[in-house]
């Protein structure tokens, strides 16, 4: 009955018989990993912490300190709890999770690397490049932050090897764009001339360095220069 068990002992929850007259739908003397201390099936959920049966935590559900699988929210557990403020938990970062429980995303501000990141500062920085690698001149991914004008993976007729946009007078001698020479400068007259090509006695320049006249005929002839470029010829 409701009130005597069938060993002919008062009913009572937690004595080891279940009563199903007196509402127990088991008993197995206190709490097991298959039954509640009220006496009633254990079952995530149910409002009643049942640590034997595994479980930290009851709710009733999700919250933001408790899990849909009655453990305690953290993140990392391998449960994504969208109230505790997760989009997503793979125990750990992987390729679509950072360790921060949000969606890996390259310019998020966590290096992921997992996803491929070696580096990530919320965009472009002086050491990060915008696709969440390392900022290096030649890795063709061009970054401003990092003081590059350009970044072709090598030395084009565009930019020069050092990153910077190719240029004749820049110093820096870039045969992809047709430079022969490249002395800081565009003065002719000083070995390299205004458009970056070695000038040479015959070619109409005067080269300061060494020639004392071209005339770009340099035949010997009267009023014109000598063949070596070395005088003028009275």
């Known amino acids: 009955s409701a009130s005597c068990d069938a060993d002919c002992s008062t009913v009572s929850c937690g004595v080891g018989t279940a009563n199903t007259t007196a509402g127990e739908i088991c008993d197995d003397g206190g709490e097991s990993a298959s039954c509640d201390l009220d006496c009633t099936p254990a079952s995530c959920g149910d409002l009643t912490i049942n ?17 849909l699988d009655c453990t305690a929210a953290t993140c990392g557990d391998g449960t994504a709890n969208a109230t505790a403020g997760e989009a997503c938990d793979d125990g750990g970062e992987s390729a679509t999770c950072d360790l921060d429980c949000t969606p890996a995303r390259c ?29 290096v001149c030649g890795d063709g991914t061009a970054n401003a932050a990092a003081g590059e004008e350009c970044d072709t993976s090598g030395e084009t007729s565009l930019c020069d090897g050092n990153c910077t946009l190719a240029l004749c007078g820049d110093g820096t001698l870039n045969a992809s764009a047709g430079e022969a020479c490249d002395d800081g400068n565009t003065t002719p007259g000083d070995g390299c001339s205004a458009s970056c090509a070695v ?24 009023g014109s220069c000598a063949p070596d470029c070395s005088a003028a010829i009275p």
């Open 51 to 67: 640590v034997t049966a595994g479980e930290t935590c009851e709710a009733g559900g999700e919250t933001a300190a408790c899990d």
């Open 199 to 222: 000038e040479f006695c015959g070619d109409g320049i005067v080269n300061n360095v060494s020639e004392a006249c071209d005339d770009g005929i340099n035949d010997g002839t009267s």
């Open 107 to 135: 310019g998020d501000g966590t290096t992921n690397a997992a996803a491929g990141e070696t580096c990530d500062d919320s965009g472009p920085s002086a050491t990060c490049d915008s696709d969440c690698t390392a900022a």
